[in-house]
Structures are given as C-alpha cells and as structure tokens.
C-alpha cells in the first residue's frame, strides 16, 4: 500500500466514522413548525399536538429519548381511548336488555336505545350496528346465544378501536419518523453541505484515493493476499463490515426514524432531482448509487485486461446511475409515477400491487405504457433475451442487485459456498421462494378483481406482509447485503431472488448460453470454483471436459478471468451439443467418457 | 476381489484410482505421506500468496472418496516387497496388494550444491515444500531463485506477491530459452524484469553461503558475485521420485521404465505420471514428461488394463499451457526452441502488448506442426483435429478467429496476425470471414 492509498484509506475509514456520528449531532425540538410540516390533516394535527403536548418545545439531545417520548405519550393517549371507547361487558349486557327473553328476533335498531349519547356511546352503537348489520332479522332461541355472538363481536370491534380513534402501530411509526425529522435541528440542519462534504464526499475522495493508485500496478490478476486479508478472509474486518450493514439495514427497514439525520444530509441533492425533502429511501439509493459507481471505478481498474469486465461494469454503473437512480426522481419531479423501468417481476414483488396497479392505471398514457413495459417484459423480454444471451443479460448486466455485488460485492465474491449440500440447499429454497411470490401476486390479483382479500381462508393481504417482511426486507436486504463479508456476494441472488429462480429455469432449459471449457486445459487448479460467487464448483466441469450449464450461473465471466490457463469462455451458441458428453482431449488410447 | 493399491494421490494416481473405480468392483487403496486428500499441486503457488487456501485446492470434497470406495491411506511406503506382495509402512501395518500402481510423482533436482541442504533453502513441489518456503520468507530481505523454468518463474511470483525482492538466477541467455524460441523468452524476460524481478541471465549458482547457525547468508554466482539473501528457491527442474523401488527388483532408469501398457519388469506392477520413464515413448515424445495431462492420461490408459481392457498409452498431439506473471501461454503440436531442418516459421508479436503468436510449419509441404500462443486464448479442439489431420499453415490461420478462445469483446488481431503473415509469404492466399453483430445475425 502506497502512503497515498494509506492516506485515502484514513480520510475513507473517517469519513465513515463522521457519517454515522452525523446521527447523533442533532438536537430534536417539537415545535409548532414541526408539528405543522409533519401532520397534514388538521384533525390529526389537533389531536396530536394535544397528545404530546407535554413535549413541546423541549430540547432533545437524543434521538432515542425523544421516540421513546414520542412512543410513550402516543401509547397513554392509546390506553385512555382503549378505555373509553372500548366495548365492556356491561354495554353488552345493556344491549342484551332490549330484547326479549325468549324467542328473539335481532334488529340493529334496538341498539341506539342501549347507551347513552356521548361521544363514546355514539361510537359504539355505530360500530356494533356496522358489525352486526348483517344478523339483521335472524333467529335466537334465547338471550344466551345471542350473548355469545355480541361477545365475539365485541372482541372483533376493540381488536380494532385503537387504530381508528388512536394510534396503531403504523400510525406511530410514520409519525415518528416525520416528527423526528421535523424536529431535528442543529448543525447538521444549519450546515448540511459542509457535512455532506465532510462524510459522504470524503468517503468518495478518500476510497478513490485508495482505488486510483492501482493503475500503477500492471494489468492482470489482482488476488494477492484475498485469504490473507482480515476484510475479504472472513477476519474480523470482514465481521465488522457485515455487522454494520446489517445493522444499516435494520435502522433503514424498521427504524428509519433513527437516520434522520442522514436524510437531511442529503436534502440538497433531493431538492435539485425531485423537488422533495429526502427519505429514507432517497438516502439509501443515493448511496447505493454511489457505491456502485465508487466500487465500479474499482473493479474496472482492476480488471483493466478484460474488456468483458469492463463493459459488463460500465453497463451495471449506467443502469443503476439511470434507470434505478436518476430516472425514477425525475419522474417525481414530472408528477409522473416513478418507476424503475429495469426492476422485473418478479424481483419488483409490488409491481402488481392493487396501489401500484391504480397508480400507473389511472396516471394516463405513460402509466399505462409503463404498465405494459412490466408485463412485457416478464413475459416476453425475459424468456427471449435470455434464450438468445443467457440471464446474464440481467444478472450482471442490468440488475441493482446484481450490480452491487459486481462492485461493492467484489471483494468477498470468493466466500460463497461451493459444496453440492450449498447447491442442494440453494435450489430448494430459491424456487420456494419463486412459488411464493408466484402464488401471492395471483393472490393479490385476484383480491384486485373480485375485491375478495381471501382466498381458502388465507389473507391475501396477510401474505403480501410476510413476503415484504421476510423476503423483500430480512432476506434481500439484511442477509443479502449484509452477509456479503461472511457467504459471497451472491447470497440474495443465489438462495433467494425470485427473478434469478425464473431467469435460471429458461437458462437452463433453454438458451443459447453455456460456458465451454476448453479441451483438456484444465489443471484442476481450482481459481474458478473459489471465485465463483455463486458457489458454482466450476472445476468439476472443466476437468472433465464438460460444459457448464448451471440455473444459478450469472455469466459475470469472473471464472474465465480467473483461470489461468485459459480453459473457460462464455458463450452463445447453437443450443444443439449444449449438454454435449463430457469430453478431454488428448488421449487416443481410450474413448474417454468421464 | 483383486485389491488395487495405488502410492501416490497425484494427478496420475487419483485418476487411476477414479477409472478403475468405473470399470471394475475392485478394492482400491491410494496412499500418500503427502497429504490426506488430493489437492492440486498446479495451485501451489496460489495458496502461498493468499489466492486460495489449501481446501480450495481440493478437486473433490472430503466425502467423494468414500461413496466412490476408494481407501485413502495417510503413510509413507518404505518398501516394496514385490516377492510377497506387500508394502511396508512408516506406521500402519503392511499391506498386501494383487495389483500395485505407482504414481511416486517427481522431487526437485539437487545438482550437488554446496549448502543446498542449509535452513532457508526449499524446493517447490510438495505441501511439505510450501510450509517450509512460508516459514523461511517471513521479513527476509531478499531471496533468491535458482533455475528458470514454469516453477522457478511461479516462485518469483509468489515472493512478488509478498514484496520480497527476488534474484532469479538462470543458466540460459534468455528466461526458458531451452524451451521457447528466442523471440518469446525475451519477450517473456521483458515481463519478468517489468515486475522489478532482478532476473540473472547466464548466471550459474556456485554456491550457498551459510550463516553461524545453519541458516542461508547469500549465494555465489558462477562468475563470483556474492548476493546476500535469507531464503533460496531450487527450481532446476525435477526428477522421477524414484527413491523407494531403487533398493526393489523394479527396473528404474531416470524414472521407473515402462512398457507402453505402463507396465515395469515385474508382473502387477504399473508406473504411471511423473515417475514412469518409457522405454519406447511414442513417436516425437520424450520418455520422461512430468505434466499434468501426461499423469491424467497415463492414469486413464492403465486403469483400463487393470479392469481388464488392455490398453497402451498413445497421446494425442502435445499440449500445454502456463502463465508467466500476467501472460497466458498456450502451445499445441510442437514449437522447438530452435528451427528443425525441415520446418518453417512465422512470429507475430504486437507492437505494445504483450501478446504473441508463433507458428511452425513444414518448409515443403507447408503442413502445420505447431503454435505457441502468448496472450491469446486458443480452442484446444482445433488445434487438436489439425494437427492429427495434417493440414496446412493456410488452413490454420485461415480459421484462426474460429479457433479464437479468448472471452467475448476482447480484441481480435486475426487479422494483423494474416496480413503480417502475408508479407512474409507473399504466395499465401488467406483471407478472414466477417464476424457476426451482437453474435447472432
Ligand atoms: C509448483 C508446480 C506447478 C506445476 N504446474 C503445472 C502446470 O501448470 N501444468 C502442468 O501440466 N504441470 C504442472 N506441474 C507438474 C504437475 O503438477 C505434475 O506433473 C503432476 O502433479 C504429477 O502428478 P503425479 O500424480 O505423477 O505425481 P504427484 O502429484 O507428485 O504425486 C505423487 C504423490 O506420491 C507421494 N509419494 C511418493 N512416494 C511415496 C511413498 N513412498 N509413500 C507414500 N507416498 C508417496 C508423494 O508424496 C505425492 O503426494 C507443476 C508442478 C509443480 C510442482
Ligand atoms: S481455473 Fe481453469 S485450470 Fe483452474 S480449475 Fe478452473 S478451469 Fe481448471
Ligand atoms: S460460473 Fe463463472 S460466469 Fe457463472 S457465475 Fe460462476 S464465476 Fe460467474
């Protein structure tokens, strides 16, 4: 390591460190402003601001104290509604009294009478005659079975009283998260550029500071001392950049309140491409982008010998750049639905979501044609292009997934698992998780046409929230990125993406890609299969003599870079002799079948 | 049940021991003071600078060789009693074989060095050599190589890959020119020297200089220059590992000498890889090649003779390949360092890359005999069907970007390589076909 590259390392390595101090800089203070940007309905407004009026105008100096307020208060005012507008025993047994003993006809009608005019007996005389209107007109033999009804419609109607006159668990975490944000102040808010200078841009200074010098190195393989290394070995740097993407994950998923400050470090930037403030969502694409790009400059330089490399990385920098980064914000900045044109069903799970159908169906031509453009493309596009190309095409081309660990990813592509028990493991649980999606968008398009939210006494909307938590957020999120250091680069796509299973079941039924080794080159030396992200023991192939046609095989082409006897080439061809015999040259003696 | 006893988990072994698997039901031990599985010696050099780790090294899983009932025996053979069929151990108990392979592999060559026995001087073939260069290369200041070949150029890598300054001393006017005509072992010099290898050529070890406690000091060149240094590398070549049949009946010469069904001068008993000497190499071969696909081949050819289908060994046209540093070499038919009688030449080398091709063909009949490639991945499978059909150096590079292996985008120089190929013989009518858009129309 160069001194330039040691001092890059150390402005990246402070960069880093002032970027997550940057959460703790601001002070929290709700103010009327506050409440006033945060809340837009004026009901909502008055009755939050009379909830945690006990916390206006204090200062916080933690995030956490002032969510732990925020939490407590909203949760009294919960307990407080639970108690007054919830349905008691004895307002049943005051229904109970307008019918007669035996021989019972039901009317909603004899509810009004039952309790009394104020604002809570209004409630629940609505709510039960909302809930009981279709017992209207039946039959009770006497006063005890009717009671038994009324008593598991009382369950069901304070199952739901805190959503609709308090706070649900929803509710509580978006008001956090906007009051958080409203509240903020300090340098962070009074400075944000120079802080945005000072962390994310000196993180970018300070890691091509580090990449750039390796242009001095002569072109070719760069593997020295990957096993050696405590961050790409498995050691502990490794531990601990696994650990703090995970933890980034689980604050971007579930607490979002807590990175408020990195939102507003990147309000500038939000402002100029959209014209909003940024979310947590703009925060994460913003650096997403970044480190493709960053990691990008990396991996070119360091696979400056190999034009594949190069041009497969320019294309995952463009797409990401473009398409997931650029055009979806000016689209918002248009007023038109942002879409990012390139996210596929079913890897884009919500792309057939009744809000995702509405929004593109009722925003005119453009919606409708980007409508067209998803469904297209899953049908038609996917099937052909990876006949002609293989799902290279997508993988390590096009995809943000595959194109964060192409770049951010590279450095641990050689951890993943190579043994057949991985591969056995992998093809169950990524095709679970195809039939999983498969089954849950039919299930929420069949909700969308015939408005019926169950299908055999499931929910379909429950289903939806599983997928969303378990797949869209722990798995592709939190596991995907955040195992990188510990299982290669490729766990999401490898054992979970839903799109990799489909690609991978046209790959490898029928396409015109293979990979082809090369006679009897092979010296079994093994730089293939250990650098194979996706766990592919592309040796016990080639030293056999045999092509590899794998559903998981990306195509990044890393295994052909690889070798050093030049074995491997990516290649379409004819499909006839794709799963031709295994063959090794150079023996006369014996035909060999291997 | 005839038990089959194979010393040696090489390449050669292992694949005698997996083709007897195939074709037969007999018992099969394979026995190895080496290691306890198979591991690729060719990987050598990645598991010291940190490419790899020992594991990855290994061909196939741990539990391969159980399901495929192959005994794996983790000793070192003493003896061969060939009288009583039995082979004595350092620590199990002898063991009684029908039917004995050896694949004993090769050992580096010693010429008799004063202080090549000193702590800090290793050769470069076993795992047990690995352990031994990675102790004697902590914080040393220098080390140096002795003898140019495809190992002694891997260990110069590897001390690189460590920023250790390295000597490579060799014998030859130009790096492997015993072996690659001039014009690509001094390209290949160039490559070595612009990796600030302090490459020696015409230099000669005389010998090791030892420190008061046994330890390397420097050595001595031939003309007297002394190089001080901490670790020296023998890399002059290696020699059948012949050190247990020597003191048996088993014929040996430079290696263990074999017919062409492999088999020695006594019954039942086989050499196969780096070990065997032929006493009637098939036509154009040397009786002693110590590569990779020699000891695959070999372990294919005897396993069909002991299941029973008696086969001679008879190699395809040669093959080989090897990277020096960053360029990849490729060479199908043969390309002798200096021209035949009979045969012509034609070399391109780019202008600034690093890339190469050199092609021999007879004089005459203009047949094409063979190619080295450097930088430019060739099909295997081409070259193979030309050289067994004879064709003619037109022909070749007629279909040269068919015979292209390089990945997809990379840059072709067909076309350069033709038209310079033209100039020097202006009677020559090659032409090239136009490549397709996008692969497809
Ligand atoms: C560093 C290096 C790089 C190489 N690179 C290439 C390359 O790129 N391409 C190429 O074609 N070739 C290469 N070679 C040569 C190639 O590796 C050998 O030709 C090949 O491994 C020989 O295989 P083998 O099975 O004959 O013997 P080996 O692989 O040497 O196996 C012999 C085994 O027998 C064991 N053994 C010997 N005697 C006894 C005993 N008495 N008891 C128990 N066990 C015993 C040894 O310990 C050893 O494990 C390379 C060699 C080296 C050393
Ligand atoms: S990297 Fe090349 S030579 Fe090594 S095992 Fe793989 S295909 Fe064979
Ligand atoms: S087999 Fe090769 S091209 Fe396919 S994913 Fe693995 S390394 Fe990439």
Known sequence: MSALQKTGMSIFITASVMLISVLFLNQYQLTEQAFMSAVSSDSELKMIARDLAPMKDKTYSFNVNFNKDIEHYLQSSNKEVKSRFSLTNKDINNVLTQFSEQGIKYSTEKISGALDGSEEGKFKVQ???????????????????????????????????INEKGYGDHKIKALKLALTRQSSFGPITENTLLWLLLTIGLGVVGALMYILPKLGLLPGIKNDHIFHSPNSGRGWIGYMVGFLLIGFYVILYWFPEYMTSWMILVDPISLVLNGNEASQWFFYGFLYTLAIGVMGIRMIIKYRHSKYQMIRTYSVIFFQVAFAFLIPEILIRLNKPSMDLKNIWPLNYTFFFDYNIENLTQTG?????MLMWGIILTLIGVPIITYFYGKRWYCSWVCGCGGLAETLGDPYRQLSDKSLKAWKIERWMIHSVLVFVVVMTFGTLYTYFTGSSEIIGISTYDFRSVYGFVIGAAFAGVVGVGFYPFMGSRVWCRFGCPLAAYLGIVQRFKSRFRITTNGAQCISCGNCSTYCEMGIDVRSYAQKGQNIVRASCVGCGVCSSVCPRGVLKLENKDPKGRFGEAILIGNEGVKMKT | ????????????????????????????????????????????????????KYEHTKPYEDWFWKKNRINLVHDYVKAIDTSSKKLLFDQNKPLSYDILILATGAQPNKFGWPGQDLKGVSGMVSLQDLKKIEDHTKNINRGVIIGGGLIGIELAEMLNSRNIP???????SQFWDNVLPQQEASMISRHIKQHHIDLRLKTELKEILSDDH???????????????????????????????????????????????????????????????????PPPGRAPVEQVWYTGRIMGETVAQTVSGNKTAYQPGPWFNSAKFFDIEYQTYGRVWNKLKENEAEFYWEHESEQLAMHFV?????????????????????????????????????????????????????????ISAYKADYPDSKVSIKRKKVLGIF
């Open chain 1, 127 to 161: 709510k039960l005659k909302d809930y009981t209107s279709w017992m209207e007109g039946r039959e009770y033999s006497d006063l005890a079975s009717l009671e038994e009804h009324l008593k598991n419609t009382k369950n069901n109607i304070n199952a739901n009283v």
């Open chain 2, 361 to 417: 063909f007879d004089k005459v009949s203009k047949t094409f005999l063979g190619i080295n490639s450097f930088g430019i991945r060739l099909r295997h499978e081409f070259f193979d069907q030309w050289l067994k059909n004879s064709v003619s150096i037109d022909h070749v590079l007629k279909h040269l970007k068919e015979a292209n292996f390089d990945p997809e985008f990379f840059k072709s120089y067909e076309e350069d390589i």
């Open chain 2, 214 to 280: 046994g330890y390397v000091r420097a050595v001595v060149t031939g003309d007297g220059v002394e190089i001080p240094c901490q670790f020296v590398g023998l890399t002059a070549g290696v020699h059948p590992n012949i050190k247990l049949v020597k003191e048996s009946t088993i014929e040996t010469n430079r290696g263990i000498l074999v017919n062409e069904f492999l088999e020695t001068n006594i019954p039942d008993i086989y050499a196969i890889g780096d070990c065997a000497e032929h006493k009637h």
């Open chain 1, 365 to 369: 031509s453009i919606g409708l044609g």
């Open chain 2, 166 to 172: 390295v000597s490579f001393l060799v014998r030859e």
């Open chain 2, 1 to 52: 049940m005839k038990h089959v006893v194979i010393i040696g988990n090489g390449i050669a072994g292992i694949t005698a021991a997996r083709h007897i698997r195939k074709n037969s039901d007999f018992n099969i031990t394979v026995i190895s003071a080496e290691s306890e599985y198979f591991w690729s010696r060719t990987a050598l050099m990645y598991i010291y600078m940190g490419h790899m």
